[in-house]
């Protein structure tokens, strides 16, 4: 009997799936061989994780709840019954992270790097911390009072406070809020304890919060401060932005951005000291429910924390590293050195952070000043702040040249940097474009259109990831240059579709979602299955940073069930159960968590000894699949193909250390090396070759 490759049990909760991911960036915090602030990183990026997740998921469920969806979840659960079970597992999650910091405090000590609680500071260190809250935290504190009179008042996102209580003279006991100043650091340094260590410089500091509760006598006086509790606001981010009705989208997001602070709560965490009548002021004021309040122990956001990997402290990290400008680019990655003449000889690949991302800004700089470029068109998604390739992109429109940047004003918490490039391109006179209505453009694609002996040539770059030099040290990602003409002709009908009136058409080479890239990878996989069907070699190799649209899974259980070998990657959430008996046997799947973000995609078909290997920035998700542009470019010079599937994807597969393995359940379980098993990192693997 043929499985019902439906069923609900075959799949993973997407909601709890991501949870489990953000456990694997926890279990990197609490892994006691990372180097210790790396551990502090990986934790305040698991704090900060976890208050998106309540921002974007969480508030999803709640919104559908609210609005009655009933519809079920390919796992077959309702929204409700969705929203129990990631409130239950995500406040086991948050208590976990808290045992897991305590931790890592005790090894900061340890470390000489002291986080002291207000109460246990010397006299001299107080004096510091007090002469810092009058001269610097005092000016910047407003307190707002709760009374028939004044309302109660808004608390901001991610925004940290007290709630306190205080009586007046004549016994009247009322209620207070102040904020703590996000401008304002969360670890006020306090100095030594008096002497330095025998070793090296100690560090201390105290919690700005624990300062400013000490010191709340001065923003009242004449009162009493009876009781202070701190708490953290979380509010919905999501934007529901109405594009068909919008006559500016570019305004329209804007208004989403400032209104994004303004959205209902979600979540609200306090200490356990917190009186319960305090707790109801909050409750009813911040229109919550019990349910939606997390109660934990101090400190409240840990994402602060990353303040703490600032120190100069290189023997508590990672060892630095330069990444490296392949040897065949050495020269045309200088200055003055024609980079168009190398990708006119060869394709050209490029897999940062190991190799440099400098030749990439580099084309672009250097089109920008040649007087033989005409045009340069880009896709930008985040490029982050004092962006070189929007610089670029400037220069060249005042040099005179076509420039099109078309700006995904929708990249969520980005929203405001892109809106800032928007007007400085356009008011250089680039054409910017804003994408198309009901979709995010997600690629990450250039096109620079060059003269060259009386004809017209055009250089494309395709990538995994986007056009941020700083991200470019800290994710890995692909880069792929060509001259190739077909790919060419497929970038220039990709910016005319999004820039003008075009329709979606065929593609010679590319496989663009919405328009035909779900179609397009099916019909791949079906190759492969008719392959395997007639004993011929078949396997899928594919490495991505999430699986959960269901008819992809449905159609990969359907190619196991052929005899196709199917090997994933996927960094992190995965709706799919690998191993399943007659369901999902022939397939694995593994999840990689380590010192930089696992960013690639990349999706390798064997296709009988004559493999395909598509690179790009699609995963396999609803949203990329049918509500966004996408691009995935295939790598067509042999060399690179088996550079993709002997060099890259064999490192992953064969990584034993930082490699967690999926079972058939649903569960993750991290790999050791075997007794006599040569331990393998991946990412130090191919940082070691990068360094030759």
């Given at each position: 009997?043929?499985?019902d490759?439906?069923?609900?049990?075959?799949?993973?909760?997407?909601?709890?799936?991501?949870?489990?991911?953000?456990?694997?960036?926890?279990?990197?915090?609490?892994?006691?061989?990372?180097?210790?602030?790396?551990?502090?990183?990986?934790?305040?990026?698991?704090?900060?994780?976890?208050?998106?997740?309540?921002?974007?998921?969480v508030?999803?469920?709640?919104?559908?709840?609210?609005?009655g969806?009933?519809?079920?979840?390919?796992?077959?659960?309702?929204?409700?019954?969705?929203?129990?079970?990631?409130?239950v597992?995500?406040?086991a999650?948050?208590?976990?992270?808290?045992?897991?910091?305590?931790?890592?405090?005790?090894?900061?000590?340890?470390?000489?790097?002291?986080?002291?609680?207000?109460?246990?500071?010397?006299?001299?260190?107080?004096?510091?911390?007090?002469?810092?809250?009058?001269?610097?935290v005092?000016?910047?504190l407003?307190?707002?009072?709760?009374?028939?009179?004044?309302?109660?008042?808004?608390?901001?996102?991610?925004?940290?406070?007290?709630?306190?209580?205080?009586?007046?003279?004549?016994?009247?006991?009322?209620?207070?809020?102040?904020?703590?100043?996000?401008?304002?650091p969360?670890?006020?340094?306090?100095?030594?304890?008096?002497?330095?260590?025998?070793?090296?410089?100690?560090?201390?500091?105290?919690?700005?919060?624990q300062?400013?509760?000490?010191?709340?006598g001065?923003?009242?006086?004449?009162?009493?401060?009876?009781?202070?509790?701190?708490?953290?606001?979380?509010?919905?981010?999501?934007?529901?932005?109405?594009?068909l009705?919008?006559?500016?989208?570019?305004?329209?997001?804007?208004?989403g951005?400032?209104?994004?602070?303004?959205?209902?709560?979600?979540?609200?965490?306090?200490?356990?000291?917190?009186?319960?009548?305090?707790?109801?002021?909050?409750l009813?004021?911040?229109?919550?429910?019990?349910?939606?309040?997390?109660?934990l122990?101090?400190?409240?956001?840990?994402?602060?924390?990353?303040?703490?990997?600032?120190?100069?402290?290189?023997?508590?990290?990672?060892?630095?590293?330069v990444?490296v400008?392949?040897?065949?680019?050495?020269?045309?990655?200088?200055?003055?050195?024609?980079?168009?003449?190398?990708?006119?000889?060869?394709?050209?690949?490029?897999h940062?952070?190991?190799?440099?991302?400098?030749?990439?800004?580099?084309?672009?700089?250097?089109?920008?000043?040649?007087?033989?470029?005409?045009?340069?068109k880009?896709t930008?998604?985040?490029?982050?702040?004092?962006?070189?390739?929007?610089?670029?992109?400037?220069?060249?429109?005042?040099?005179?040249?076509?420039?099109?940047?078309?700006?995904?004003?929708?990249?969520?918490?980005?929203?405001?940097s892109?809106?800032?490039?928007?007007?400085?391109?356009?008011?250089?006179?680039?054409?910017?474009?804003?994408?198309?209505?009901?979709?995010?453009?997600?690629?990450?694609v250039?096109?620079?259109?060059?003269?060259?002996?009386?004809?017209?040539?055009?250089?494309?770059?395709?990538?995994?990831?986007?056009?941020?030099?700083?991200?470019?040290?800290?994710?890995?990602?692909?880069?792929?240059?060509?001259?190739?003409?077909n790919?060419?002709?497929?970038?220039?009908?990709?910016?005319?579709y999004?820039?003008?009136?075009?329709?979606?058409?065929?593609?010679?080479?590319?496989?663009?979602?919405?328009?035909?890239?779900?179609?397009?990878?099916?019909?791949?996989?079906?190759?492969?299955?008719?392959?395997?069907?007639?004993?011929?070699?078949?396997?899928?190799?594919?490495?991505?940073?999430?699986?959960?649209?269901?008819?992809?899974?449905?159609?990969?259980?359907?190619?196991?069930?052929?005899?196709?070998?199917?090997?994933?990657?996927?960094?992190?959430?995965?709706?799919l159960?690998?191993?399943?008996?007659?369901?999902?046997?022939?397939?694995?799947?593994?999840?990689?968590?380590?010192?930089?973000?696992?960013?690639?995609?990349?999706?390798?078909?064997?296709?009988?000894?004559?493999?395909?290997?598509?690179?790009?920035?699609?995963?396999l998700?609803?949203?990329?699949?049918?509500?966004?542009?996408?691009?995935?470019?295939?790598?067509?010079?042999?060399?690179?193909?088996?550079?993709?599937?002997?060099?890259?994807?064999?490192?992953?597969?064969?990584?034993?250390?930082?490699?967690?393995?999926m079972?058939?359940?649903?569960?993750?379980?991290?790999?050791?090396?075997?007794?006599?098993?040569?331990?393998?990192?991946?990412?130090?693997?191919?940082l070691?070759?990068?360094?030759?």
């Open positions: 009997m043929t499985p490759t439906r069923d609900p049990s075959l799949f993973v909760n997407r909601e709890l799936g991501l949870l489990a991911f953000q456990e694997r960036v926890l279990e990197e915090a609490e892994a006691e061989g990372n180097p210790l602030l790396e551990r502090v990183k990986f934790f305040a990026i698991f704090s900060s994780n976890m208050a998106e997740f309540y921002m974007v998921r508030a999803g469920l709640k919104q559908q709840v609210a609005a969806v009933s519809e079920l979840s390919p796992d077959g659960l309702t929204p409700s019954e969705q929203l129990d079970a990631v409130r597992a995500a406040t999650l948050l208590h976990r992270g808290r045992a897991v910091f305590l931790g890592i405090r005790d090894a900061l000590a340890a470390e000489h790097i002291f986080l002291h609680d207000y109460e246990d500071l010397t006299s001299e260190q107080r004096t510091r911390a007090e002469a810092y809250f009058d001269e610097t005092f000016p910047v407003t307190p707002l009072a709760f009374d028939p009179g004044r309302p109660f008042p808004h608390i901001s996102n991610l925004s940290l406070n007290l709630a306190v209580l205080v009586r007046s003279s004549s016994g009247e006991e009322r209620f207070a809020r102040v904020k703590i100043p996000k401008a304002l969360r670890l006020v340094p306090v100095g030594p304890s008096g002497s330095e260590s025998g070793v090296r410089r100690e560090h201390h500091f105290v919690w700005i919060e300062l400013v509760s000490a010191r709340l001065a923003l009242f006086p004449g009162m009493e401060v009876v009781e202070v509790h701190p708490f953290r606001v979380t509010r919905d981010a999501e934007m529901a932005i109405q594009e009705e919008a006559d500016d989208l570019l305004s329209s997001i804007e208004e951005v400032r209104r994004r602070r303004f959205g209902s709560v979600v979540r609200v965490t306090v200490n356990p000291g917190m009186p319960a009548f305090i707790r109801d002021i909050l009813e004021n911040l229109k919550v429910t019990p349910a939606d309040v997390i109660t122990g101090p400190p409240l956001g840990g994402s602060d924390l990353m303040e703490l990997y600032k120190l100069d402290r290189p023997d508590l990290k990672y060892e630095p590293f990444p400008v392949p040897s065949s680019l050495e020269d045309a990655a200088e200055e003055g050195h024609d980079l168009f003449a190398a990708i006119r000889e060869r394709d050209i690949m490029l940062r952070p190991f190799e440099s991302f400098e030749p990439v800004v580099r084309l672009i700089r250097q089109a920008a000043a040649d007087p033989d470029v005409l045009a340069i880009m930008l998604y985040r490029v982050g702040r004092n962006s070189p390739i929007v610089e670029a992109l400037l220069d060249a429109a005042t040099e005179g040249k076509e420039v099109t940047a078309l700006v995904e004003l929708k990249a969520r918490f980005d929203e405001e892109n809106i800032e490039w928007a007007r400085a391109l356009e008011a250089e006179g680039v054409h910017v474009v804003y994408g198309l209505l009901g979709l995010k453009t997600h690629s990450k250039a096109l620079v259109v060059r003269r060259e002996g009386g004809k017209i040539r055009r250089y494309l770059h395709a990538g995994t990831g986007n056009y941020n030099t700083v991200t470019a040290l800290e994710y890995t990602d692909l880069d792929f240059l060509t001259a190739d003409e790919m060419a002709d497929d970038a220039t009908a990709l910016f005319n999004l820039t003008g009136w075009a329709e979606a058409h065929d593609f010679e080479r590319f496989l663009v979602a919405p328009a035909g890239l779900r179609s397009g990878f099916e019909a791949l996989v079906r190759r492969e299955m008719e392959h395997a069907r007639v004993g011929r070699e078949a396997r899928l190799r594919f490495k991505m940073n999430a699986l959960v649209d269901p008819q992809m899974i449905t159609l990969l259980y359907e190619a196991s069930q052929a005899g196709v070998t199917i090997d994933l990657i996927v960094r992190g959430v995965c709706c159960k690998p191993g399943i008996p007659g369901v999902s046997e022939t397939i694995t799947v593994r999840s990689i968590v380590g010192r930089f973000l696992e960013h690639t995609r990349i999706y390798y078909f064997e296709n009988a000894g004559d493999p395909t290997c598509l690179i790009g920035s699609a995963d998700m609803p949203r990329n699949l049918d509500r966004r542009v996408e691009v995935l470019v295939p790598i067509l010079d042999p060399a690179l193909v088996g550079r993709l599937r002997d060099e890259v994807l064999a490192v992953y597969f064969a990584d034993n250390t930082t490699a967690r393995v079972h058939s359940d649903g569960t993750w379980e991290r790999l050791r090396p075997a007794p006599g098993e040569q331990p393998v990192d991946a990412q130090s693997v191919l070691s070759r990068a360094r030759g």
